[in-house]
């Protein structure tokens, strides 16, 4: 008798049909700019970093702005004379330039197009778009922390700046260490961040001689914070008495949910008066210590117009202009994202303005595997 024959479709076979989805699954890449996603960019004196969008409508390529300095004679008592003894207010200024900056890519409208179900067009303008967002939060963060980080993407690992504005480290009255450290070569792996430095940085926030003032976050005044995540799991996995874990607990204790104070999108909590955002613009550095061994992260504290970013008039009511343009008798299209902009820290007189950095160790954590079981006597 004759076996019965039977259909076999293997994965190389004709019939097998390959289905390719119509969209990208990774469009979005979480947070690209965790500072305008947590509303801390706008127009106004209330946003860490201050967008100058009108100051150039008629041309120009620098904006400079004024801070009046303090005046701190100590006046006149009863008796004493007036005339010739009188204080003179006085500015300092600052200034940011601008230079365009574009972006460009370019897709086959003939093949590459007919090869896939894809839109190759409109997928290269998103490409575009995350780039643009991610550049700029890397730009913004990288000139708050005033150098560059071995984790730096998208700038070069030697930025020295953009449109012509330096980036600038942060000055000795503005920068402090985590732990009992005191410089950069004396940050050890024990010098992580813990709970009482946000307490040392509010401390040292409202004793400097140009105080640092806090933003309007919905209501709560608040100055933010940002932390890379590894800075951000030391803080989650700390031990010690204080701990976020602690803070947690009191409020679940309470009945309070901890993420109700989770204001804005990208914050990670609030620890006396400041808000937690978590982002790996952070720079991580390498070359802490002693022995220029210990790896850190430099934590910033930020209060209002920390930063300015400057918009040509071109670039006023839409930041980002994006063009095409066809080669090839229309067979390529080319885009390009075009910008006309500047950013910088806010300094006078070599100082930082409404911000103080902290310098803590944040080291690597190895993953360790769980012994084997040891065998008994067969």
């Known amino acids: 008798?004759?076996?019965?024959?039977?259909?076999?479709?293997?994965?190389?076979?004709?019939?097998?049909?390959?289905?390719?989805?119509?969209?990208?699954?990774?469009?979005?890449?979480?947070?690209?700019?965790?500072?305008?996603?947590?509303?801390?960019?706008?127009?106004?004196?209330?946003?860490?970093?201050?967008?100058?969008?009108?100051?150039?409508d008629k041309g120009g390529d620098q904006i400079t702005y004024h801070r009046r300095n303090k005046l701190t004679g100590p006046g006149h008592d009863e008796g004493d004379p007036k005339e010739g003894f009188e204080q003179a207010i006085a500015f300092h200024d600052d200034s940011v330039k601008v230079s365009s900056k574009e972006f460009t890519a370019r897709v086959s409208l003939v093949m590459d197009d007919q090869r896939t179900l894809l839109d190759m067009v409109d997928?290269?303008?998103?490409?575009?778009?995350?780039?643009?967002?991610?550049?700029?939060a890397w730009v913004v963060i990288t000139y708050l922390a005033g150098k560059v980080g071995t984790n730096v993407q998208i700038l070069p690992t030697g930025f020295?700046?953009?449109?012509?504005?330096?980036?600038?480290?942060?000055?000795?009255?503005?920068?402090?260490?985590?732990?009992?450290?005191?410089a950069k070569a004396d940050v050890d792996s024990a010098d992580t961040m813990v709970f009482t430095d946000f307490v040392r940085?509010?401390?040292?926030?409202?004793?400097?001689?140009?105080?640092?003032?806090?933003?309007?976050?919905?209501?709560?005044?608040?100055?933010?914070?940002?932390?890379?995540?590894?800075?951000?799991?030391?803080?989650?996995?700390?031990?010690?008495?204080?701990?976020?874990?602690?803070?947690?607990?009191?409020?679940?204790?309470?009945?309070?949910?901890?993420?109700?104070?989770?204001?804005?999108?990208?914050?990670?909590?609030?620890?006396?008066?400041?808000l937690i955002i978590v982002c790996e613009q952070c720079p991580i550095?390498?070359?802490y210590g002693a022995g220029s061994n210990v790896r850190a992260s430099r934590v910033l504290f930020l209060g209002p117009q920390a930063a300015v970013w400057a918009m040509g008039r071109k670039a006023q009511k839409v930041e980002w202009v994006f063009e095409k343009k066809t080669f090839e008798y229309n067979s390529e299209v080319g885009i390009c994202a075009r910008t006309i902009g500047g950013c910088k820290a806010v300094i006078f007189n070599s100082e930082r303005s409404a911000m103080i950095a902290m310098d803590v160790a944040t080291l690597f954590l190895m993953i360790r595997r769980p012994p084997r079981p040891t065998r008994g006597p067969r």
């Open 285 to 287: 550095y390498t070359d």
């Open 1 to 56: 008798a004759n076996s019965m024959a039977q259909l076999a479709v293997s994965t190389s076979s004709t019939l097998a049909e390959k289905v390719l989805m119509s969209e990208i699954f990774s469009k979005q890449v979480g947070l690209l700019n965790p500072l305008e996603q947590s509303g801390m960019i706008g127009v106004g004196k209330n946003y860490v970093v201050q967008v100058l969008n009108a100051e150039l």
């Open 123 to 136: 997928e290269t303008m998103d490409a575009l778009q995350v780039q643009v967002s991610e550049w700029k």
């Open 201 to 274: 940085l509010k401390d040292k926030a409202m004793t400097l001689t140009y105080k640092i003032p806090q933003v309007k976050v919905k209501g709560r005044n608040l100055n933010v914070v940002l932390i890379h995540p590894n800075v951000y799991r030391d803080l989650r996995t700390s031990a010690a008495t204080q701990s976020m874990y602690d803070m947690d607990k009191a409020q679940l204790q309470g009945g309070q949910d901890p993420m109700t104070n989770q204001l804005v999108t990208a914050a990670a909590g609030i620890i006396n008066g400041c």
């Open 160 to 182: 020295t700046g953009w449109a012509g504005n330096s980036l600038t480290d942060v000055d000795s009255t503005h920068l402090m260490y985590g732990g009992n450290a005191t």
